[in-house]
């Protein structure tokens, strides 16, 4: 994954009860992502995955 592509999103994990976590994030173009879980790791893996997966969609050229 090429973390460059993150750099417009900002996120923050934390444990919203005794092992379960919360990932929010969002991007600079206003878009967000929320995960729930048991592994903060994990969390981390999907929202970047997501996250390259909407960056690239919005730079997709749009057909007219």
Known sequence: ????NLSNWVF???EI???IYQL???SKKGLKIELEGLDPE???LEFKKSA????L????????
């Open 57 to 64: 969609k919005i730079d997709e050229p749009r057909e007219n």
């Open 42 to 44: 994990k969390l981390l």
């Open 1 to 4: 994954m090429n973390e460059e």
């Open 52 to 55: 390259l997966e909407i960056n």
């Open 17 to 19: 009860s005794n092992g």
């Open 24 to 26: 929010k994030a969002s």
């Open 12 to 14: 923050e994990i934390i």
